[in-house]
C-alpha cells in the first residue's frame, strides 16, 4: 500500500503496522464486511417476499395450499436454523443437478452409485470449466436462498400474526362498501398490518444480522474466515510474523455486529414512531395526547 | 449386523464409550438414527446446565438492573447489551480464542496451580458462553416482567408487614415468573437449538464425540445425501421441542395455579421476541 512497504522484514512499530493492516489480505477481510451488508441487503427483501408468500398462503382458503403455508411456517418452530444452513444449499445444488441431468445428459445412469452423487459434465452446477467468480457467486447465491427460506418462515409467522391482528371491523366496513376479496386485501389489510408487524420484524431483523456469521458454515469467505485465517499464528516464514492474535479479530467483529445492533434499534424505534402516527393502538393515542396537550 | 449391535456399538459414542471408530462404508438407516441419536446427549448437558445456571444469574442480573445502585445497573446494562448485541457464533470463536491463550502449564494462585486447559474443553468452554447468553437473554425477559408486576401486589404485602427479602420471595419473584414464563419458554427452546453451534465453531469434537448436527453433518458429507441424516436430525429436535413444550407449560401451570383460565397453552411464537 504504501512506498516503504517494499521490505516487510525491515519495518518496526507503527511503520510495521500501517503496512500489514494494508496488505492484499486484509483488504479481502476488509471486503468481506462489506459482503455481510449486500448479504443482509438483498436477503431481507427476499425473505420478507417469502413471508408475504407464506402469510398469503396461510390465509388461502384452499386447503392444498394453506397446508403447504402451514408447514412452511411450522417447520421453524421445532427444527434448529442451523439444520437449514447446512441443509438447504447443499439439497438445491443436488436438485438442480439432477434436473439438468435428466434434460441435457443422455445417460440412464442413475445419479446415486453409492456414496457418490454422479452427474455428466453437461449438467454440472456451476459448469467446471467456468472461472471461479461464477463458482463464489454461485455459492453466495444458495447461501442467500438459505438465509431468505429460514428468515422467511420466520416472517411469515410474524406477518400472519399481524394480518391476525387487523380490527375485524375494517375489513367488513370493507366488505359493505362492496370491495372484492382483492381490493380489500390489497387496500385495507395490506396497509394496516405493517404497524402490527413491525415490531415482530424489528426483532427478526436484529436476528437476520446475528445470524449472518453463519456464512461461515457454508465455506464462503466471510468475516470469520478470515479472522481466523489472518490470526492465527505466522512463522518467520511470512512477511509478516506474529504471535495468535485471533482474540483480537474476534474482538474487531464483535465490535462491528454491536454497532450494528445499536444503529439498527436507534433506526427502528424511529421507524415505530413514525408508523404509529394515526394508529388505533396504544403507541398512537400517546402521540395523538402529547400532541395536543 | 443386527440393528442392536449396532446400538450397543454406537448408542453411547458421543461420550466416548462404546467403538471407537465412526463407520466409514456401507451406511445404514439404523447407524445414522443411533449415532445421530447419541449425539442428542450433548445438546442436552448443554441445554439442561446452561438453563440451570442461566436461570439464577439471570434473576440476579434483572435484580441488579431494576436496583438502585447505579454501578451494578450500569454493569447489568453493559452485560446485557454486550450478550443481546453480538451473535452467539461470534462468542464461541472469541471466548475459544480467549482460553487458548491461557498459560497451557495453569495459573498459579497462592502457590496451587490450577489447570487451564480443560477450559478450551467443548463441555466447560462452551457451556461457559452458552450460561452467559441465556443468562442475557433471560435477565432481559424477567426485568420486563419485575416492571410488569402489578402495584397493588407490592401495595399488599408491604400492609401485610413484609420488607426486602422476604416480600421479594413471596409476591414479586412469583408474579416476575408468572408473566415472564411464555416469553421465558421461547428463550429455552432457542437456547435448546443454539446447541448444536457448539461443535461448528471453534470448539473442536475431541477424538469425534460430537452433537447429534454433528454426526448429521458427518453422514451427509459422507454419503453425499443430505436427504437421509438430516432429516433424522430435525425429526429427533421436533420431539424434543415439543417435550421442553409440555415441560414448560407444567411449570406454567403450576405458576398460575392460583389464577383460573389464566394457565392456558403458552403460545410458542419461536424466536420472534428475542
Known amino acids: 500500500m504504501f512506498s516503504y512497504c517494499a521490505d516487510p522484514s525491515l519495518l518496526q512499530g507503527f511503520q510495521w503496522m500501517s503496512c500489514y493492516l494494508t496488505s492484499g489480505t486484509h483488504l479481502l477481510f476488509y471486503a468481506s464486511f462489506g459482503m455481510v451488508l449486500l448479504l443482509l441487503a438483498v436477503t431481507a427483501p427476499i425473505a420478507l417476499a417469502f413471508g408475504y408468500g407464506g402469510a398469503m398462503a396461510c390465509r388461502s382458503p384452499i386447503g392444498p395450499l394453506r397446508w403447504v403455508g402451514k408447514t412452511y411456517t411450522g417447520m421453524v418452530r421445532g427444527v434448529p436454523d442451523i439444520v437449514f444452513f447446512l441443509f438447504v444449499p447443499i439439497a438445491l445444488d443436488q436438485g438442480l443437478e439432477w434436473l439438468r441431468h435428466q434434460a441435457l445428459c443422455d445417460s440412464d445412469a442413475p445419479v446415486r452409485q453409492g456414496n457418490d452423487f454422479v452427474v455428466c459434465a453437461a449438467a454440472k452446477l456451476p459448469l467446471s470449466d467456468s472461472p471461479a467468480w461464477v463458482h463464489d457467486t454461485y455459492a453466495l447465491i444458495l447461501a442467500v436462498i438459505a438465509f431468505a427460506t429460514v428468515f422467511g418462515a420466520f416472517a411469515a409467522n410474524v406477518l400472519y400474526g399481524a394480518m391476525q391482528a387487523v380490527p375485524r371491523e375494517q375489513l367488513e366496513t370493507a366488505e359493505a362498501y362492496g370491495m372484492s376479496a382483492r381490493q380489500v386485501t390489497r387496500r385495507v389489510l395490506v396497509p394496516q398490518m405493517w404497524i402490527y408487524a413491525l415490531p415482530g420484524l424489528s426483532n427478526l431483523w436484529l436476528i437476520l444480522i446475528k445470524a449472518t456469521p453463519l456464512l461461515f458454515l457454508l465455506g464462503i469467505e466471510d468475516i470469520v474466515y478470515w479472522a481466523r485465517e489472518l490470526g492465527g499464528a505466522k512463522t518467520s516464514a511470512f512477511s509478516y510474523p506474529h504471535p495468535d492474535w485471533r482474540l483480537y479479530y474476534f474482538l474487531v467483529i464483535l465490535v462491528f455486529y454491536l454497532l450494528m445492533t445499536w444503529i439498527s434499534e436507534r433506526v427502528l424505534g424511529r421507524l415505530t414512531a413514525r408508523l404509529s402516527a394515526g394508529q388505533a393502538t396504544l403507541a398512537g393515542e400517546a402521540q395523538r395526547k402529547a400532541a395536543t396537550a | ?274
Request: with cysteine; hydrophobic share 50%.
Open chain 2, 1 to 274: 449386523m443386527s440393528c442392536l449391535q449396532t446400538i450397543a456399538d454406537y448408542g453411547l459414542r458421543s461420550i466416548g464409550l462404546g467403538e471407537r471408530l465412526l463407520p466409514r462404508t456401507d451406511f445404514t438407516l439404523c447407524q445414522q438414527v443411533t449415532l445421530i441419536g447419541s449425539g442428542l446427549i450433548w445438546n442436552l448437558y448443554f441445554a439442561v446446565f446452561a438453563l440451570l445456571i442461566g436461570f439464577f444469574l439471570a434473576t440476579g442480573l434483572a435484580l441488579a438492573r431494576a436496583g438502585r445502585n447505579p454501578v451494578l445497573r450500569g454493569a447489568a446494562n453493559g452485560f446485557i447489551f454486550l450478550f443481546r448485541g453480538s451473535p452467539l457464533f461470534i462468542q464461541f470463536f472469541l471466548a475459544y480464542s480467549a482460553l487458548v491463550l491461557l498459560p497451557r502449564s495453569g495459573i498459579e494462585v497462592f502457590g496451587l496451580t490450577l489447570p487451564t486447559t480443560w477450559l478450551t474443553r467443548a463441555w466447560a468452554g462452551a457451556l461457559l458462553v452458552l450460561i452467559l447468553n441465556t443468562a442475557a437473554y433471560s435477565a432481559e425477559i424477567f426485568h420486563g416482567a419485575l416492571m410488569a408486576v402489578p402495584r397493588g401486589d407490592i401495595d399488599a404485602a408491604d400492609a401485610y408487614g413484609m420488607s426486602g427479602w422476604t416480600r421479594f420471595r413471596r409476591v414479586m419473584w412469583p408474579t416476575m415468573l408468572r408473566l415472564a414464563w411464555p416469553a421465558y419458554t421461547n428463550e429455552a427452546i432457542f437456547l435448546f437449538h443454539a446447541t448444536t453451534l457448539v461443535f461448528f465453531s471453534a470448539f473442536p469434537a475431541f477424538q469425534q464425540r460430537g452433537d447429534s448436527l454433528y454426526y448429521a453433518s458427518y453422514f451427509a458429507g459422507q454419503t453425499f445425501n443430505p436427504f437421509v441424516a438430516y432429516p433424522i436430525a430435525a425429526g429427533y429436535f421436533i420431539v424434543l421441542t415439543l417435550a421442553l413444550i409440555g415441560l414448560m407449560g407444567i411449570v406454567n401451570r403450576r405458576l398460575n395455579r392460583h389464577l383460573p383460565g389464566a394457565a392456558d397453552r403458552i403460545r410458542y411464537r419461536p424466536q420472534l421476541f428475542r
